[in-house]
């Protein structure tokens, strides 16, 4: 992220509906984001189209949460048939 972007960029991923919390931090990066969606297709929708035409953002990284053992954000999942 560049820096002088910093408010601007919290201010755009705070408004996106995806995002579930939202966190500035210290050390290699800059914000950390927890979203919520419903699968890959959605995800890469949201990254694409969504997280990476915010200005001032250069890159992502993301890393998948596969279960929650401890913690506030126990995983949940709800299966659907069409």
Do not use: H, W
Request: proline content about 2%; some cysteine.
């Amino acid at each position: 992220m560049e820096s002088p972007c910093l408010d601007e960029v919290v201010q755009a991923l705070s408004q996106l509906s995806n995002v579930e919390e939202l966190y500035e931090v210290t050390g290699e990066f800059d914000v950390v984001t927890l979203v919520s969606v419903a699968d890959m297709d959605e995800f890469r929708d949201f990254l694409k189209n969504k997280v990476l035409k915010i200005k001032g953002i250069r890159s992502t990284v993301t890393s998948i949460v596969f279960n929650a053992s401890k913690g506030a954000r126990k995983a949940t999942y709800e299966v659907t048939e069409p």
